[in-house]
Antibody, heavy 126, light 109 residues
Framework: EVQLVESGGGLVKPGGSLRLSCAAS????????MNWVRQAPGKGLEWVSS????????YYADSVKGRFTISRDNAKNSLYLQMNSLRAEDTAVYYC???????????????????WGQGTLVTVSS | QSVLTQPPSVSGAPGQRVTISCTGS?????????VHWYQQLPGTAPKLLIY???NRPSGVPDRFSGSKSGTSASLAITGLQAEDEADYYC?????????FGGGTKLTVL
């Protein structure tokens, strides 16, 4: 059974840092791209960052670029999100999600999120 | 402002059919990227509902269906049930980055 379990959330002051972790089990972690998606209280889903299976390709939303760093440790089946210079608007539930490669055609591939963790709450407040 | 536009809310009575639209542009849905749909029940994580525009994962009832045309996509729910009350999100790609719709709250009257 695929399981994604986030941890590391909590209350932090503006300008502070926090490191989120996502422990994966039930599948070959090193074969999948992984993502972080967040949801501010009462708001919709916002994609945050993506990392390929071997960490060769990393992408960030403009809203977190330069402040957040995504990484993974395939030996530990773990995904991380280092969050620095946190702002009030970063307050959200952070989900880790597995990206499934459905098919490739004409040089591009189609992906979707097939499994999500339960989320961890990050609150940025003084 | 989300890249993909969804109506904030829709509603329907039990047994009825409702549709949720997801409108994009030539840089995302219109560029050939597939559209996927997620259901988020209150207080829970999102769950994959439809992938690749119109495909249902195992365990998703056939009351849920998806379609895509041009720069838009739609999610249809027939035989509405009380447990369908949730938030629904469409997702695609834009310039190779993930984009979500703003979400639609479905209320079962």
């Amino acid at each position: 059974e695929v399981q994604l379990v986030e941890s590391g959330g909590g209350l932090v002051k503006p300008g502070g840092s926090l490191r989120l972790s996502c422990a994966a089990s039930g599948f070959t972690f090193s074969s999948y791209s992984m993502n972080w998606v967040r949801q501010a209280p009462g708001k919709g889903l916002e994609w945050v960052s993506s990392i390929s299976s071997s960490s060769s390709y990393i992408y960030y939303a403009d809203s977190v670029k330069g402040r957040f760093t995504i990484s993974r440790d395939n030996a530990k089946n773990s995904l991380y999100l280092q969050m620095n210079s946190l702002r009030a608007e970063d307050t959200a539930v952070y989900y880790c999600a597995r990206l499934f490669k459905w098919y490739c055609s004409g040089g591009s591939c189609q992906y979707y999120f097939d499994y999500w963790g339960q989320g961890t709450l990050v609150t940025v407040s003084s | 402002q989300s890249v993909l536009t969804q109506p904030p809310s829709v509603s329907g009575a039990p047994g009825q059919r409702v549709t949720i639209s997801c409108t994009g542009s030539s840089s995302n849905i219109g560029a050939g990227y597939d559209v996927h749909w997620y259901q988020q029940l209150p207080g829970t994580a999102p769950k994959l509902l439809i992938y690749g525009n119109s495909n249902r994962p195992s365990g998703v009832p056939d009351r849920f269906s998806g379609s895509k045309s041009g720069t838009s996509a739609s999610l249809a729910i027939t035989g509405l049930q009380a447990e369908d009350e949730a938030d629904y999100y469409c997702q695609s790609y834009d310039s190779s980055l993930v984009v979500f719709g703003g979400g639609t709250k479905l209320t079962v009257l």
